[in-house]
C-alpha cells in the first residue's frame, strides 16, 4: 500500500492505526491479514479494500489526491445517475451490437428480467 499511494510504510500504518483508532474500521480479522514471506522475519500485513480505501482518504500525496477524485466521480455518479460506467470496458465493447451490451448485463439482473432478455438478444 505504500508503493500505491507513493508514501512510507511508517506513514501507512499510522494511517491504518488512526483509521482503527478514530472507529472508522473495526479490528476485525477481515481488515488485516499476514503473509508469512521467505526470507522476511516479520510476517508482511495485506490489508481490506475497507482499510485501503480509508488510508486513501487519510493519505497527503498526489497519488492520495488522485485517488480521492476518482473515488468522488464513482460516488457522485451513483449518487446522480444511480449508477457507474466503467469507460475502459465501454471502449472495449463500443464495437459490440446493442444485444451484446444486454447479454453484458445479464448476470448483473434479476433472473426473471435476464431471461426475457436473453430471449430478445
Not at 27 to 55: A, E, M, Q, T
Not at 60 to 81: E, M, P, Q
Not at 96 to 114: D, K, M, N, S, T
Request: charged fraction near 30%; hydrophobic fraction near 35%.
Amino acid at each position: 500500500m505504500a508503493s500505491l499511494f507513493n508514501k512510507e510504510d511508517s506513514n501507512i500504518r499510522r494511517h491504518v492505526l488512526n483509521a482503527f483508532k478514530e472507529g472508522e474500521l473495526e479490528r476485525d480479522n477481515n481488515n488485516v491479514h499476514f503473509l508469512h514471506v521467505n526470507g522476511v522475519k516479520k510476517p508482511v500485513p495485506y490489508y481490506s479494500l475497507d482499510v485501503i480505501i480509508s488510508v486513501g482518504y487519510r493519505v497527503k500525496s498526489k497519488r492520495g489526491t488522485a485517488f480521492r477524485i476518482w473515488a468522488r466521480k464513482i460516488i457522485k455518479d451513483y449518487l446522480v445517475k444511480g449508477y457507474a460506467v466503467n469507460e475502459r470496458i465501454r471502449k472495449e465493447q463500443q464495437g459490440v451490437p446493442q444485444g451484446g451490451a444486454l447479454l453484458f448485463l445479464c448476470p448483473y439482473l434479476p433472473p426473471r428480467i435476464a431471461r426475457k432478455n436473453k430471449k430478445r438478444v
